[in-house]
Protein backbone atom coordinates (compact mmCIF):
# COMPACT_ATOMS: atom_id res chain seq x y z
CA UNK A 1 0.00 0.00 0.00
CA UNK A 2 1.12 3.41 -0.86
CA UNK A 3 2.32 5.98 1.87
CA UNK A 4 0.46 8.79 0.33
CA UNK A 5 -3.28 6.48 -0.17
CA UNK A 6 -4.96 7.02 3.18
CA UNK A 7 -4.53 11.12 2.06
CA UNK A 8 -5.74 10.77 -1.56
CA UNK A 9 -8.54 8.55 0.06
CA UNK A 10 -9.33 11.75 2.40
CA UNK A 11 -9.14 14.43 -0.16
CA UNK A 12 -11.72 12.35 -2.60
CA UNK A 13 -14.33 12.04 -0.23
CA UNK A 14 -15.47 15.90 0.27
CA UNK A 15 -15.77 15.48 -3.94
CA UNK A 16 -17.66 12.55 -4.07
CA UNK A 17 -20.07 13.31 -1.31
CA UNK A 18 -20.90 16.96 -3.55
CA UNK A 19 -20.92 14.90 -6.44
CA UNK A 20 -23.62 12.78 -5.18
CA UNK A 21 -25.39 15.69 -3.03
CA UNK A 22 -25.98 17.41 -6.16
CA UNK A 23 -27.48 14.51 -8.07
CA UNK A 24 -29.05 13.29 -5.05
CA UNK A 25 -30.80 17.16 -4.53
CA UNK A 26 -31.18 17.44 -8.18
CA UNK A 27 -35.13 17.04 -8.16
CA UNK A 28 -35.73 20.03 -6.22
CA UNK A 29 -33.51 22.00 -8.77
CA UNK A 30 -35.89 20.26 -11.61
CA UNK A 31 -39.27 21.89 -9.99
CA UNK A 32 -37.38 25.38 -10.89
CA UNK A 33 -37.77 24.33 -14.67
CA UNK A 34 -41.02 22.46 -14.21
CA UNK A 35 -42.72 24.70 -16.84
CA UNK A 36 -40.25 23.84 -19.32
CA UNK A 37 -41.01 20.47 -22.00
CA UNK A 38 -38.61 17.83 -20.80
CA UNK A 39 -37.39 17.52 -24.37
CA UNK A 40 -36.53 21.20 -24.70
CA UNK A 41 -34.94 21.52 -21.53
CA UNK A 42 -32.83 18.47 -22.17
CA UNK A 43 -31.98 20.32 -25.33
CA UNK A 44 -30.95 23.45 -23.22
CA UNK A 45 -29.08 21.11 -20.57
CA UNK A 46 -26.97 20.46 -23.25
CA UNK A 47 -26.24 23.36 -25.36
CA UNK A 48 -25.42 25.35 -21.86
CA UNK A 49 -23.37 22.32 -21.01
CA UNK A 50 -20.80 22.39 -23.98
CA UNK A 51 -19.45 26.11 -22.85
CA UNK A 52 -19.32 25.46 -19.16
CA UNK A 53 -17.58 22.24 -19.95
CA UNK A 54 -15.14 23.60 -22.66
CA UNK A 55 -14.33 26.60 -20.21
CA UNK A 56 -13.28 23.64 -17.26
CA UNK A 57 -11.33 21.94 -20.00
CA UNK A 58 -9.33 25.16 -20.92
CA UNK A 59 -8.55 25.74 -17.57
CA UNK A 60 -7.28 22.19 -16.97
CA UNK A 61 -5.03 22.29 -20.43
CA UNK A 62 -6.65 19.12 -21.34
CA UNK A 63 -7.32 19.86 -24.98
CA UNK A 64 -4.66 17.44 -26.11
CA UNK A 65 -7.27 14.63 -24.51
CA UNK A 66 -10.12 15.81 -26.54
CA UNK A 67 -7.66 16.00 -29.70
CA UNK A 68 -6.50 12.86 -29.29
CA UNK A 69 -9.82 11.48 -28.67
CA UNK A 70 -10.98 13.12 -31.77
CA UNK A 71 -8.48 11.91 -33.84
CA UNK A 72 -9.35 8.25 -32.85
CA UNK A 73 -12.58 7.08 -35.44
CA UNK A 74 -12.79 4.29 -33.16
CA UNK A 75 -13.50 6.16 -30.05
CA UNK A 76 -15.33 9.03 -31.80
CA UNK A 77 -17.82 6.01 -32.59
CA UNK A 78 -18.07 4.78 -29.46
CA UNK A 79 -18.79 8.62 -27.66
CA UNK A 80 -21.37 9.29 -30.01
CA UNK A 81 -23.14 5.83 -28.99
CA UNK A 82 -22.96 6.95 -25.39
CA UNK A 83 -23.83 10.58 -25.56
CA UNK A 84 -27.06 9.32 -27.41
CA UNK A 85 -27.59 7.03 -24.45
CA UNK A 86 -26.62 9.86 -21.87
CA UNK A 87 -29.30 11.92 -23.50
CA UNK A 88 -32.20 9.49 -23.48
CA UNK A 89 -31.09 9.21 -19.72
CA UNK A 90 -31.26 12.77 -18.72
CA UNK A 91 -34.57 13.09 -21.22
CA UNK A 92 -36.34 10.15 -19.05
CA UNK A 93 -35.01 11.28 -15.48
CA UNK A 94 -36.32 14.54 -16.52
CA UNK A 95 -39.60 13.40 -17.35
CA UNK A 96 -39.81 11.07 -14.73
CA UNK A 97 -39.58 14.01 -12.22
CA UNK A 98 -42.01 15.96 -14.25
CA UNK A 99 -44.45 13.34 -14.00
CA UNK A 100 -44.13 12.80 -10.39
CA UNK A 101 -42.12 9.22 -10.66
CA UNK A 102 -39.81 9.86 -8.51
CA UNK A 103 -39.58 6.31 -7.48
CA UNK A 104 -39.21 5.07 -10.12
CA UNK A 105 -36.01 7.38 -10.74
CA UNK A 106 -34.56 6.83 -7.41
CA UNK A 107 -35.43 2.92 -8.19
CA UNK A 108 -33.40 3.36 -11.80
CA UNK A 109 -29.97 4.60 -10.65
CA UNK A 110 -30.75 1.83 -6.96
CA UNK A 111 -30.59 -1.14 -9.88
CA UNK A 112 -27.72 0.60 -12.18
CA UNK A 113 -24.68 -0.84 -9.76
CA UNK A 114 -26.10 -4.14 -10.13
CA UNK A 115 -26.55 -3.83 -13.82
CA UNK A 116 -23.20 -2.75 -13.96
CA UNK A 117 -22.59 -5.93 -12.21
CA UNK A 118 -24.22 -7.96 -14.81
CA UNK A 119 -22.67 -6.19 -17.66
CA UNK A 120 -19.09 -6.76 -16.25
CA UNK A 121 -19.61 -10.10 -15.77
CA UNK A 122 -21.26 -10.78 -19.03
CA UNK A 123 -19.44 -8.67 -21.55
CA UNK A 124 -15.73 -7.72 -19.55
CA UNK A 125 -15.21 -11.43 -17.63
CA UNK A 126 -15.31 -9.86 -14.51
CA UNK A 127 -16.24 -12.72 -11.62
CA UNK A 128 -18.85 -12.64 -8.38
CA UNK A 129 -18.48 -14.41 -5.32
CA UNK A 130 -21.32 -16.71 -4.55
CA UNK A 131 -22.50 -13.41 -2.37
CA UNK A 132 -22.71 -11.36 -4.81
CA UNK A 133 -24.53 -13.73 -7.24
CA UNK A 134 -27.04 -13.66 -4.09
CA UNK A 135 -27.34 -10.02 -4.56
CA UNK A 136 -28.07 -9.97 -7.90
CA UNK A 137 -30.94 -12.58 -7.58
CA UNK A 138 -32.65 -10.59 -4.60
CA UNK A 139 -32.57 -7.61 -6.79
CA UNK A 140 -33.78 -9.54 -9.55
CA UNK A 141 -36.51 -10.45 -7.60
CA UNK A 142 -37.60 -6.96 -6.53
CA UNK A 143 -37.62 -6.16 -10.56
CA UNK A 144 -39.96 -8.83 -10.67
CA UNK A 145 -42.39 -7.46 -7.91
CA UNK A 146 -42.39 -4.35 -10.41
CA UNK A 147 -43.09 -6.51 -13.32
CA UNK A 148 -46.23 -8.05 -11.18
CA UNK A 149 -47.13 -5.23 -9.30
CA UNK A 150 -46.26 -1.88 -10.89
CA UNK A 151 -45.74 -2.36 -14.50
CA UNK A 152 -46.61 0.98 -15.91
CA UNK A 153 -43.24 2.67 -13.95
CA UNK A 154 -40.94 -0.63 -14.62
CA UNK A 155 -39.50 0.76 -17.68
CA UNK A 156 -38.96 4.07 -16.60
CA UNK A 157 -36.12 2.38 -13.78
CA UNK A 158 -34.59 -0.06 -16.34
CA UNK A 159 -34.67 2.84 -19.10
CA UNK A 160 -32.49 4.84 -16.43
CA UNK A 161 -30.51 1.94 -15.00
CA UNK A 162 -30.22 0.19 -18.49
CA UNK A 163 -28.73 3.31 -20.36
CA UNK A 164 -26.43 4.82 -17.81
CA UNK A 165 -25.06 1.10 -17.13
CA UNK A 166 -24.15 0.58 -20.58
CA UNK A 167 -23.07 4.16 -20.90
CA UNK A 168 -20.37 3.41 -18.20
CA UNK A 169 -19.33 -0.18 -20.00
CA UNK A 170 -18.81 1.83 -23.54
CA UNK A 171 -16.87 4.88 -21.45
CA UNK A 172 -14.81 2.16 -20.49
CA UNK A 173 -13.92 1.52 -24.00
CA UNK A 174 -12.58 4.66 -24.95
CA UNK A 175 -9.29 6.19 -23.09
CA UNK A 176 -10.05 9.36 -22.38
CA UNK A 177 -11.22 10.82 -19.06
CA UNK A 178 -14.60 11.93 -17.95
CA UNK A 179 -14.34 15.61 -18.62
CA UNK A 180 -13.03 15.67 -21.85
CA UNK A 181 -15.47 12.89 -22.58
CA UNK A 182 -18.78 14.94 -21.61
CA UNK A 183 -17.32 17.79 -23.66
CA UNK A 184 -16.88 15.98 -26.96
CA UNK A 185 -20.40 14.09 -26.06
CA UNK A 186 -22.01 17.44 -25.56
CA UNK A 187 -20.57 18.82 -28.83
CA UNK A 188 -21.84 15.66 -30.89
CA UNK A 189 -25.50 16.35 -29.52
CA UNK A 190 -25.43 20.26 -29.41
CA UNK A 191 -26.61 19.97 -33.23
CA UNK A 192 -29.67 18.19 -32.41
CA UNK A 193 -30.43 20.28 -29.03
CA UNK A 194 -30.00 23.10 -30.92
CA UNK A 195 -32.62 22.04 -33.67
CA UNK A 196 -35.10 20.80 -30.58
CA UNK A 197 -34.41 24.65 -29.20
CA UNK A 198 -35.47 26.15 -32.53
CA UNK A 199 -38.47 23.86 -33.20
CA UNK A 200 -39.76 25.05 -29.69
CA UNK A 201 -39.22 28.56 -30.77
CA UNK A 202 -41.07 28.15 -33.64
CA UNK A 203 -43.98 26.56 -32.25
CA UNK A 204 -47.43 28.13 -31.28
CA UNK A 205 -46.07 28.01 -27.41
CA UNK A 206 -42.68 29.77 -27.87
CA UNK A 207 -39.24 29.10 -26.76
CA UNK A 208 -39.23 28.53 -22.43
CA UNK A 209 -35.35 30.52 -22.49
CA UNK A 210 -35.47 34.05 -23.39
CA UNK A 211 -39.01 35.22 -22.13
CA UNK A 212 -38.58 35.05 -18.29
CA UNK A 213 -35.17 36.34 -16.64
CA UNK A 214 -35.01 33.65 -14.01
CA UNK A 215 -35.88 30.62 -15.88
CA UNK A 216 -33.67 31.60 -18.32
CA UNK A 217 -30.98 31.34 -15.42
CA UNK A 218 -32.31 28.21 -14.20
CA UNK A 219 -32.26 26.88 -17.46
CA UNK A 220 -28.23 27.86 -17.63
CA UNK A 221 -27.49 26.33 -14.02
CA UNK A 222 -28.55 23.23 -15.80
CA UNK A 223 -25.18 23.12 -17.53
CA UNK A 224 -23.49 23.81 -14.42
CA UNK A 225 -25.21 21.12 -12.64
CA UNK A 226 -24.32 18.71 -15.23
CA UNK A 227 -20.43 19.78 -15.58
CA UNK A 228 -19.68 20.62 -12.03
CA UNK A 229 -20.76 16.75 -10.37
CA UNK A 230 -19.41 14.94 -13.01
CA UNK A 231 -15.77 17.46 -12.27
CA UNK A 232 -15.79 16.30 -8.77
CA UNK A 233 -16.65 12.44 -9.68
CA UNK A 234 -14.17 12.23 -11.97
CA UNK A 235 -11.55 13.82 -8.93
CA UNK A 236 -13.17 11.03 -6.36
CA UNK A 237 -12.57 8.90 -8.85
CA UNK A 238 -8.72 9.13 -9.20
CA UNK A 239 -8.55 9.59 -4.91
CA UNK A 240 -10.65 7.01 -4.06
CA UNK A 241 -10.80 3.05 -3.76
CA UNK A 242 -13.72 2.45 -6.25
CA UNK A 243 -15.30 0.10 -4.11
CA UNK A 244 -16.06 3.03 -1.45
CA UNK A 245 -17.32 5.03 -4.05
CA UNK A 246 -19.70 2.80 -4.86
CA UNK A 247 -20.80 2.67 -1.56
CA UNK A 248 -21.34 6.40 -1.51
CA UNK A 249 -22.93 6.15 -4.93
CA UNK A 250 -26.24 4.92 -2.76
CA UNK A 251 -26.37 8.49 -1.43
CA UNK A 252 -27.70 10.30 -4.28
CA UNK A 253 -30.94 7.80 -4.98
CA UNK A 254 -31.61 7.73 -1.29
CA UNK A 255 -32.19 11.40 -1.19
CA UNK A 256 -34.30 11.29 -4.07
CA UNK A 257 -36.22 8.19 -2.29
CA UNK A 258 -36.93 11.14 0.66
CA UNK A 259 -37.48 14.01 -1.32
CA UNK A 260 -40.47 11.51 -3.13
CA UNK A 261 -41.80 10.71 0.79
CA UNK A 262 -41.32 14.60 1.84
CA UNK A 263 -41.11 17.56 -0.89
CA UNK A 264 -42.96 15.77 -3.68
CA UNK A 265 -45.45 13.82 -1.46
CA UNK A 266 -46.00 10.86 -3.80
CA UNK A 267 -47.63 7.97 -2.29
CA UNK A 268 -45.77 4.73 -2.18
CA UNK A 269 -47.11 1.58 -3.95
CA UNK A 270 -46.98 -1.58 -1.68
CA UNK A 271 -45.23 -3.24 -4.92
CA UNK A 272 -43.04 -0.02 -5.41
CA UNK A 273 -41.96 -0.89 -1.43
CA UNK A 274 -41.44 -4.18 -1.92
CA UNK A 275 -39.09 -3.67 -4.73
CA UNK A 276 -37.02 -1.03 -3.01
CA UNK A 277 -36.72 -3.62 0.14
CA UNK A 278 -35.24 -6.40 -2.26
CA UNK A 279 -32.78 -3.72 -3.70
CA UNK A 280 -31.68 -2.69 -0.43
CA UNK A 281 -31.49 -5.81 0.92
CA UNK A 282 -29.35 -6.84 -2.12
CA UNK A 283 -26.88 -3.74 -1.95
CA UNK A 284 -26.65 -4.96 1.56
CA UNK A 285 -25.26 -7.90 0.55
CA UNK A 286 -23.30 -6.85 -2.11
CA UNK A 287 -21.46 -4.46 0.35
CA UNK A 288 -21.06 -6.75 3.26
CA UNK A 289 -19.13 -9.27 1.03
CA UNK A 290 -16.54 -6.31 -0.69
CA UNK A 291 -15.98 -4.64 2.66
CA UNK A 292 -15.85 -8.67 4.15
CA UNK A 293 -12.78 -9.12 1.40
CA UNK A 294 -11.46 -6.56 1.60
CA UNK A 295 -10.99 -6.88 5.31
CA UNK A 296 -9.28 -10.26 4.47
CA UNK A 297 -6.75 -8.99 2.04
CA UNK A 298 -5.71 -6.23 4.30
CA UNK A 299 -5.21 -9.28 7.42
CA UNK A 300 -3.44 -11.14 4.81
CA UNK A 301 -0.98 -8.16 3.60
CA UNK A 302 -0.40 -7.11 7.44
CA UNK A 303 0.30 -10.69 8.24
CA UNK A 304 4.06 -11.47 9.05
CA UNK A 305 5.83 -13.63 7.29
CA UNK A 306 6.53 -17.20 8.55
Known sequence: ????????????????????LIWGFLPLYLILVSSVPAFEFVSWRIVWTLPICVLIVLFRKQIPDIRDALANPRALMVLTASALLIATNWYIYVWAIQAGEVYAAS????????INVLLGTMLLNERLSRMQWVAVAIAGAGVAVLLAGALTTLWISMTLALSFGVYGLLRK??????????????AILVPIAAGVAWWYA??????????????SLAIILGGLLTAIPLLMFAVAARRM????????????????????????????????????????????????DILRKRRKTARLVEKPPA
Open 1 to 20: MNGDQPENAKSGLPAALGAY
Open 107 to 114: LGYYINPL
Open 241 to 288: DYSTLGFIQYLAPSIVFILGLTAFDRPLLPAQLASFLFIWTAIALFVW
Open 202 to 215: QSPAGSSFGVDLWL
Open 173 to 186: QVPVGSLPGLTIES
